[in-house]
């Protein structure tokens, strides 16, 4: 009887085999998409008045003076801080809202409508408001990338609460668990698949707050190089911190997917998905 | 002692159909006791309330009227004393086998040594003494329910209720499982009261089977089998099992309506 469990357990191990018969590995054609439009930009681009357009090698070799003064490693380390202060919070206050919205129903008829109204807020028509409250300097920008990045990140954890099946919540009630165990032993973990896509989500609108903030408050960090060179009419310039910041947005992309793999392995088999 | 009455036990709900409301009589003064050590199944068609009851019995649901009485002490929500296996076994999929059955004891305030010894006691009871650290991923329907029999087992409840426990599962795992149970049964000495739409099933393990029609009660059925049922096939061959089985499937029909 354990024999018949035991292999139909292994029969049960679909997704590693799915990835082996898919011969082309997925980067391949990552790289490939991405050579096919690297080529097609640089051959039509340059044809384009240098003011207007640019195109791949001239960005790059305004890229290598960038590094080489040191103005892009600046400029880079000036960015990140209130990014990481700023995008950091939006997790840390984020995730229990969304939560506690998402658990109990006062929460969700009191601060629902605000969130869901705070997502589509325009930001950048507060940004003046913003400056006057928290002044030019490094906290204004972290209030402008918490802003941005908090919304996501809330609703999605709400939503995933939502979507926690109702039997999971009734097993912790079978076993007289209480409301606080339930929440942090059953609705946390059901709901973590939810949080990690949120807290990816909230990775591009906290790239695009920490930009606004840069124009509109002290001008610096990666901000600054899109306006003076763009200010200059160096077109190719201004592309490599606006390029920096998308491959930036990508890798960290990625890392919390990788991440999300470890704390949250049983996902990936639930679902079926495959690894690589 | 291990004994559960339910007393004129009615649930009535709304059900919002196209802006209207239309309200359904799910559950109609039900009452059935369940002795100590017992086995009773509660047969019915579906929709005919039996998972209601059960529900109702382990303090998931509350009822609109009556009560439920464990021991002498009346049902009022969920208590380590009712233990609950559910139809999907339902195990948390971040905890391994182990961890799942001991989530349960820990409720209980079991800690320490005595709470992975009493865990593991469990799952070998089970026959899962070396899956212990599988995630219910790596496990097959069949012995995900084990786990989830096992986590219900872990905190002693003197009840059990178990809602379509082996409906989910191919035919010849559900055999084995019915078995298993039976002898789980013999060693424990455990009140059992379960659902099921199986007629066989119902037989086979239960020494009454409650049949329900419309929420209310059609008939109480005594399986003349006796205990200890080792040989669940030769069982199955018997005049004893059959005549049953068919007493149970008229009163089934004697509602005007079909098994699904």
Same mark, same amino acid.
């Given at each position: ?276 | ?155 002693? !409840?003197?009840?059990? /209720? ?8 191919? $035919? =010849? @795992? +559900? ?52 205990? !200890?049922?080792?040989? /669940? ?8 099992? $059959? =005549? @049953? +089985? ?15």
């Amino acid at each position: 009887m354990v024999d018949i469990a035991d292999r139909r357990a292994a029969t049960g191990e679909v997704p590693a085999a799915a990835a082996a018969r898919r011969r082309v590995p997925r980067w391949v054609v990552t790289v490939a998409a991405l050579v096919v439009l690297l080529a097609f930009w640089e051959y039509f681009g340059r044809d384009i008045n240098p003011i207007f357009g640019s195109y791949p090698s001239a960005i790059f070799a305004a890229f290598i003076e960038l590094v080489r003064n040191g103005k892009l490693v600046t400029a880079l380390l000036q960015s990140i801080q209130p990014f990481i202060v700023g995008y950091g919070m939006a997790i840390v206050v984020g995730v229990p809202l969304g939560l506690v919205i998402g658990r109990f129903w006062v929460a969700e008829a009191a601060l629902g409508i605000l969130v869901t109204g705070g997502y589509a807020m325009p930001l950048v028509a507060l940004v003046p408001l913003l400056v006057l409250w928290f002044g030019l300097g490094f906290t204004v920008k972290c209030a402008v990338i918490f802003l941005m990045s908090i919304f996501p990140i809330c609703i999605n954890t709400w939503l995933g609460v939502k979507s926690v099946p109702k039997t999971l919540i009734e097993v912790g009630k079978s076993l007289v668990a209480s409301d606080a165990v339930i929440l942090r032993r059953i609705v946390l973990p059901a709901t973590l698949p939810y949080i990690m896509a949120g807290i990816r989500l909230a990775v591009g609108r906290a790239v695009v707050g920490m930009v606004i903030a840069e124009f509109f408050t002290t001008i610096n960090g990666l901000g600054a190089i899109i306006i003076t060179s763009a200010n200059n009419f160096d077109t190719a310039t201004m592309f490599v911190p606006i390029i920096v910041l998308m491959v930036l947005a990508v890798g960290l992309n990625s890392l919390i997917g990788w991440l999300e793999r470890i704390v949250a392995p049983w996902q990936a088999e639930i679902a079926g998905r495959d690894q690589n | 002692m291990g004994e559960v009455s339910l007393i004129d036990v009615s649930k009535r709900f709304t059900l919002r159909i196209d802006g209207g409301g239309q309200t359904v009589q799910a559950l109609d003064r039900l009452s059935f006791t369940v002795h100590d050590g017992e086995i009773v199944a509660l047969i019915g068609p579906s929709g005919c309330g039996k998972t209601t009851a059960l529900r109702i019995a382990m303090g998931l649901e509350t009822a609109s009227g009556g009560r439920v009485i464990v021991d002498g002490m009346q049902v009022n929500g969920c208590g380590h004393d009712r233990g609950m296996v559910f139809q999907h076994a339902e195990l948390l999929p971040w905890l391994t086998a182990l961890q799942n059955v001991e989530f349960g004891l820990e409720m209980k305030g079991v800690r320490g040594q005595a709470l992975r010894d009493t865990a593991t006691r469990y799952l070998t009871l089970v026959g899962l003494g070396d899956s212990c650290n599988r995630r219910p991923y790596q496990l097959s329907g069949g012995m995900q329910q084990r786990v989830g029999i096992a986590r219900a087992l872990a905190i002693d !409840p003197k009840v059990l /209720l178990m809602d379509e426990p082996f409906g989910a599962l191919d $035919a =010849q @795992t +559900r055999e084995t499982l019915q078995g298993e149970l039976l002898e789980i049964h013999k060693r424990t000495k455990k009140t059992i009261l379960f659902v099921t739409h199986d007629l066989d099933e119902a037989v086979l393990l239960a020494d009454r089977v409650v049949v329900m029609q419309h929420g209310r009660l059609q008939e109480i059925v005594t399986v003349p089998l006796s205990r !200890p049922r080792d040989d /669940l096939a030769k069982i199955r061959g018997s005049d004893d099992f $059959a =005549q @049953t +089985r068919y007493h149970i499937w008229q009163a089934l029909h004697a509602g005007g309506a079909t098994v699904h």
